[in-house]
């Protein structure tokens, strides 16, 4: 297990420097200059030649980059062009929101598809099978912005059941809170039931083709115990993996989410930034999205030999 641990960290390491660089370059592919945004039209080349000099930009893009990447490993990533704060505190504080939203939605969606997903596999092409498939499927092909208007406009607007702008952080005020993300966390869940559904559907059918499934009912016992006991743990571990790749996926695209329904999280922040210039926190946020990426699926890579005894062995 300890070989495993530390193939997978050691895998995670040039991926992490590849993204970094990969981060730092496409942020300077924006166009606009950040010291022109900050003077104004009216500020002379002068001007501007000394506020590039002041913020770094004069030096060359490997001079940047160094700069920038042994700052960020003692864990300062700079102070933002626009408001001069700390780009650490501000992008981690934002990162908490997201964080928040995305965990609890991925949570519930997992606890509601999974269990409907080994049903229609125990169903197959029966009505419950059709019906909980024909769902899946179609909340696959609502886009979360349209999907997340929908749910504003019936219970934000017509029937007045939920806030529909606003935000209150759960630390501050649980229950308050809770009603602030229910809009945002049920869309986020009706969307990704579809994919997890799915998924656990057709794992679950390759398991149940088995020959120790066969065996096991040979034994006598009842469908549940076969499903629950013998099918569901081999069967959950694709599923796993694509919990992993779904918080993930997550992470880096809640800017519309938090758009639609003026969330202050990640998102947010990253796309205010990229209006502003404000390098710093353009890719203080970029960076905080591709580690939790990368530590999320380490982290399911390393709980992955609980569900498929097979990998413990390599």
């Not at 964080?99 to 169903?123: H, K, Q, S």
């Not at 076969?226 to 694709?238: D, Q, S, T, Y």
């Not at 790749?245 to 969330?263: H, K």
Request: glycine share 8%.
């Amino acid at each position: 297990m300890l070989r495993f641990f530390l193939h997978r960290v050691a895998m995670a390491i040039p991926t992490v420097i590849i993204v970094s660089i990969t981060v730092f370059g496409l942020i300077r592919l924006i166009p606009g200059n950040p010291a022109e945004l900050l003077l104004g039209d009216m500020a002379d080349d002068r001007q501007i030649a000394a506020l590039e000099t002041e913020l770094g930009l004069d030096k060359s893009l490997p001079q940047q980059f160094l700069i920038w990447s042994e700052n960020a490993l003692s864990g300062d990533l700079g102070r933002s062009i626009i408001n001069d704060e700390p780009v650490l505190p501000l992008v981690a504080s934002r990162f908490v929101i997201s964080g928040e939203i995305v965990l609890i939605a991925v949570v519930l969606a997992a606890i509601l598809a999974v269990p409907a997903g080994i049903i229609a596999a125990w169903r197959q092409n029966s009505v419950t099978d059709l019906a909980l498939v024909g769902s899946a499927t179609l909340l696959l092909s609502i886009p979360t912005f349209w999907l997340g208007l929908l749910l504003l406009l019936l219970f934000g607007l017509k029937l007045g059941w939920l806030p529909v702008l606003g935000y209150v952080s759960l630390r501050d005020n649980f229950t308050e809170g809770l009603i602030y993300i229910i809009l945002p966390v049920a869309t986020l869940v009706m969307h990704e039931m579809g994919v997890l559904l799915r998924m656990s559907r057709a794992s679950t059918l390759e398991v149940l083709r088995l020959d120790y499934i066969t065996h096991a009912r040979a034994k006598g016992l009842s469908e549940m115990a076969v499903l629950w006991r013998h099918a569901f743990k081999n069967a959950f571990g694709p599923t796993w993996t694509m919990i992993g790749l779904i918080l993930g996926n997550l992470l880096g695209g809640i800017a519309v989410i938090e758009t639609v329904f003026s969330i202050p999280g990640l998102g947010r922040l990253m796309v205010d930034s990229i209006f502003q210039r404000d390098y710093p926190v353009i890719q203080g946020c970029l960076l905080f999205v591709a580690l939790s990426y990368v530590v999320v699926n380490l982290i399911i890579d390393l709980f992955y030999p609980l569900f498929d005894p097979r990998v413990t062995a390599q």
